[in-house]
């Protein structure tokens, strides 16, 4: 991902230059009280002040080749030698570092992961799932059709508790992702927690997993109203993220469905996780001529106005968005902007409520620091982070609409559309 992308699913904390000082000062004290604590323990060896005196640092400032001197002093003392892989000590100091931030989008990718990072083409190897975050675990919104987690059975609702034995619990959504895909023809190793809270494990050969991202094909393939008949005079388009080519592949689904004859939209957009902001903007654009989407705040506190330029496709055309918890991100943002401007009536549930930014630095290791750089506000003005995008219509799902695969939501969104064309 680039510094314009909306990334996925994920949680957010706070940043700044205090924020961070403040993380490396509570590190280094914890790594201090380390040192101090083993010293106790110590025999035959030199003092912590003779060690200690050839160092000096400024007030304020750390030395972090102390991390570097533990290391030195575990090859040649510790008496579990077999435990020391020096792999997994690298990237557990960087995690320990980046765990005292309490935020989720900002995380080390390493080499290997972060080459596959192709979240943005459109296509990529791996098992082919859509995922989201709920509660600090990974699920499965559903798997693509004729791919790996398709044909292993994998559905909706399904938790990924487990990649390859290391548990995802807490891991931002990006970090699952990159370490689900790979080569295709290699394999991969998954631990599912199913419905019923069975724990089954998968081994997958990853794929070669090409997606659009805007279909005009509903659900069950014809677009029905609540007593199952067919409905005309309605558009339907789904993006499944926002990747370079959705803007073009939604202006094209659009003038599809307008020579259809359709008279209202219902763009949907759940369970969609995110993706580029470029993409997000000109999709937005489309429904606009003028007024604000959406504002960039950075951590100074400056602010940045996207403004819709004139030339909309969907001109006049009534809009209802369907989102759900699962909505995050760049279809935040979209849903936010057309519903503070008056372009569309949003129904279903409050969305996932993550609104950052996050921008990958490259490290001399060849992995990458993804550093959460900025967050995302409404037109109005209200942040989107952990707070998400309420609906003008709540329709909440209940066991019974799922047990019956009966989609309660795009009904409504029906009945709405259909109730406006009809008011004079």
């Known amino acids: 991902m680039s510094s314009d992308d909306l990334g996925g699913v994920s949680e957010a904390g706070g940043s700044g230059k205090g924020r961070r000082a403040r993380a490396l000062q509570i590190a280094a004290a914890a790594l201090t009280a380390v040192v101090i604590a083993a010293g106790a323990f110590v025999v035959g060896q030199s003092t912590a002040s003779e060690e200690a005196s050839s160092v000096t640092t400024a007030p304020g400032e750390f030395d972090f080749s102390v991390l570097n001197d533990i290391r030195d002093i575990l090859g040649k003392d510790y008496v579990k030698l077999d435990n020391l892989d020096d792999q997994t000590l690298y990237e557990g100091a960087i995690q320990g570092l980046l765990n005292i931030l309490n935020d989720s989008g900002t995380f080390y990718i390493d080499r290997t992961s972060y080459e596959l990072d192709t979240t943005l083409t459109g296509s990529y190897e791996g098992i082919g799932a859509n995922i989201a975050l709920q509660n600090n675990e990974t699920v499965i919104v559903a798997p693509i059709k004729d791919t790996p987690a398709d044909r292993a059975g994998l559905v909706s609702g399904d938790v990924i508790v487990a990649v390859e034995g290391e548990l995802t619990k807490g891991w931002a959504l990006e970090r699952v992702t990159l370490r689900v895909r790979g080569p295709r023809g290699s394999e991969v190793t998954i631990s599912i927690r199913h419905v019923d809270d069975t724990i089954e494990d998968y081994t997958l050969t990853r794929a070669r997993v090409q997606t659009e991202s805007v279909t005009i094909i509903p659900p069950g393939g014809t677009l029905r109203d609540a007593s199952g008949a067919d409905v005309t005079g309605l558009g339907y388009v789904y993006i499944r993220s926002f990747t370079p080519d959705t803007a073009a592949e939604l202006e ?61 496709v969907a001109a ?58 900025a967050q995302w506000l409404t037109p109005s003005g209200t942040l989107i982070d952990k707070v998400g995008v309420r609906p003008d219509v709540e329709v909440l799902l209940t066991d019974e609409d799922i047990d019956l695969r009966r989609d309660a939501q795009l009904h409504r969104a029906i009945d709405i559309l259909q109730g406006q064309l009809r008011a004079p």
Do not use: C, H, W
């Open 252 to 312: 094209a689904a659009l003038r599809e469905v307008i020579a259809a004859g359709a008279k209202g939209l219902i763009l949907d957009v759940r369970g969609n996780p995110g993706g580029s902001l470029n993409a997000t903007v000109s999709s937005i654009d489309l429904f606009l001529d003028d007024g604000t989407m959406l504002i960039q705040r950075d951590a100074s506190g400056r602010e940045t106005n996207y403004v819709a330029r004139a030339g909309q």
């Open 316 to 373: 006049d055309l009534p809009v209802v968005i369907l989102q759900d918890r699962f909505s995050a991100s760049a279809s935040e943002v979209l849903a936010a902007a057309l519903q503070e401007n008056g372009r569309a009536t949003v129904v279903g549930e409050t969305s996932f409520g993550k609104g950052t930014v996050n921008s990958p630095r490259q490290l001399r290791d060849g992995g990458a620091l993804f550093v959460t750089i």
